[in-house]
């Protein structure tokens, strides 16, 4: 296998394995607000953001833990025959199906970046540019120096900011952003697997080195 590729797949599985494991602990995050809401329902004045941050911190904790579920070999399969294969020939039936899973996190990330940049107050149709734009200008304050002209920067080039309609009425940017980093993520692990289900094809394991390769229990 090429060096770059082994290079990737060793980058993006450290990547994604660091993230994975603290990510992992968002569940007590969510534990505690669904306590807090439970409290202050009982107790005091019912709390406005609760329900939604409960919702908000699971978007996360899904999204950004799946890039790691996905190293682990974690999610969910309908097993009939796949088990009993050997190692080459479930990394065959991988190749296949995976490109599969990479066309839908291509199109999934595409509708994600264009929801964001509309929750952004772009309504154009061109949010390539949008983004490109914003970040050139961030980028242009960072390297002159202009650290207090970033808020103005940014605000000159998003619009009105997208709100729940709810009575907390929260600004559903941040979000939408974490659901664009986690799908970008998970669809650079999902390359990771690739490579790695067509170096199995051609003899070669780099499942050995992954970092979550101690939790595997596979057999041949």
Same mark, same amino acid.
């Given at each position: 296998?090429p060096?770059?590729l082994?290079?990737?797949?060793?980058f993006i599985?450290?990547?994604?394995?660091?993230?994975?494991?603290?990510?992992?602990?968002?569940?007590?995050?969510m534990?505690?607000?669904?306590l807090?809401?439970?409290i202050?329902?009982?107790?005091?004045e019912?709390?406005?953001?609760?329900?939604?941050?409960?919702?908000f911190s699971?978007?996360?904790?899904?999204?950004?833990?799946?890039?790691?579920?996905?190293?682990?070999?974690a999610?969910v399969?309908?097993?009939?025959?796949?088990?009993?294969?050997?190692?080459?020939?479930?990394a065959?039936t991988?190749?296949?199906?995976?490109l599969?899973?990479i066309?839908?996190?291509?199109?999934?990330l595409?509708?994600?970046?264009?929801?964001?940049?509309y929750?952004l107050g772009?309504f154009?149709?061109?949010f390539?540019?949008?983004? !490109?734009?914003?970040?050139?200008?961030?980028?242009?304050d @960072?390297?002159h120096l202009r650290?207090?002209a &970033?808020? *103005?920067?940014? =605000?000159?080039?998003?619009?009105?900011l997208?709100?729940?309609?709810?009575?907390?009425h929260?600004?559903? !940017?941040?979000i939408?952003?974490?659901?664009?980093?986690? @799908?970008?993520?998970?669809?650079?692990?999902? &390359?990771? *697997?690739?490579i =790695?289900?067509?170096?199995?094809?051609?003899?070669?394991d780099?499942?050995?080195?992954?970092?979550?390769?101690r939790l595997?229990?596979?057999?041949?």
């Open positions: 296998m060096k770059f082994i290079r990737y797949v060793r599985d450290r990547l994604n394995y660091r993230i994975g494991r603290i990510v992992m602990y968002g569940i007590f995050v534990v505690a607000i669904l807090w809401s439970s202050s329902k009982s107790l005091f019912p709390s406005k953001w609760t329900l939604e941050m409960a919702q699971l978007v996360a904790y899904y999204l950004l833990g799946g890039p790691y579920s996905l190293q682990l070999r999610n399969r309908m097993d009939l025959f796949y088990g009993a294969w050997t190692k080459r020939t479930r065959k991988d190749v296949v199906t995976v599969f899973l066309f839908y996190l291509v199109v999934l595409y509708g994600a970046l264009d929801s964001t940049a929750s772009y154009g149709g061109n390539f540019q949008f983004y !490109w734009d914003l970040i050139s200008g961030v980028t242009s @960072i390297v650290f207090s &970033i808020p *103005e920067t940014v =605000k000159g080039m998003t619009g009105y997208e709100q729940g309609p709810t009575a907390w929260p600004y559903l !940017w941040p939408k952003v974490i659901s664009c980093i986690g @799908i970008f993520l998970m669809l650079l692990q999902t &390359i990771s *697997e690739l =790695k289900d067509i170096a199995t094809i051609r003899g070669v780099l499942r050995a080195d992954e970092p979550t390769a595997h229990v596979e057999a041949d």
